[in-house]
Every structure is written in C-alpha cells, then in structure tokens.
C-alpha cells in the first residue's frame, strides 16, 4: 500500500474533483522506494525511484538507464548522466489518478507500484 499519508491528504482535497497538486513532502513519500508506471513517448515505462535519491528507467525500448532524482520546493526534478541539466516536473492528482505536469508537457498520467518493480511480472 502506497503511504496512507500522501493518501488521505491527496483523496480528501479530491472528494471535492478538482486537481491536486502534491507539495515536495508528499512527492518524497510517494515516490521514495517505489515505481512509477506509465507511457513517454508512445512508449510503456517503468521508473524506481531509490530513497538515497538514484533512480532507474525502463522503457522496453532501449537498455534501463541510471539517473538521480530530487525534490526542490514543490517539483520533482531528475538528471541523467553528468553532464545533463535538470528536468523539472509537478506532480498532480485528479480523480484518484497521478500526473506528471510542467510547462513543456501536456498532463501525463502514471500510477505507482510500491516497491521496485521494473519487471513485469
């Protein structure tokens, strides 16, 4: 189970069905030690997300790639390699559902697996 407290604080604010945007705290706990799975690019996805800030990408398309992982205010911000710059994304909650946003993005949705779980089983 996903940690109760991003939980009731996120459904609570969606009992009224409007969008949620989560604030840095909820993003740490709702990604830390978990996986994000989705579509990018037309493409099915699976990202970990390691608490000591590492994370990993999968995308079935090419081979897994290595990269670290922030919060910063409210945004959820992620770098590959070393000489990459830092992306930025908000993380929003509509309707029970989770959502990558930024300025360059059109809403994106995901779900979370707990755990690591890069495979599918």
């Not at 099915?44 to 910063?72: H, I, L």
Request: hydrophobic share 45%; glycine share 10%.
């Amino acid at each position: 189970m996903i940690r109760c407290a991003v939980a009731l604080t996120v459904f609570a604010a969606a009992a009224a069905a409007q969008s949620v945007k989560l604030r840095g705290d909820e993003i740490v706990i709702l990604l830390s030690g978990n996986t994000a799975v989705g579509m990018w690019d037309g493409h099915a996805y699976r990202q970990y997300f390691d608490a000591d800030g590492t994370t990993v990408f999968a995308d079935g398309e090419a081979p897994s790639s290595r990269g670290t992982w922030r919060v910063e205010g409210d945004e959820y911000q992620s770098v590959e390699g070393v000489d990459a710059d830092w992306e930025g994304r908000f993380v929003m909650e509509y309707g029970g559902q989770w959502f990558w946003v930024s300025k360059t993005i059109p809403p994106t949705p995901f779900e979370v697996i707990e755990g690591k779980r890069l495979v599918v089983e």
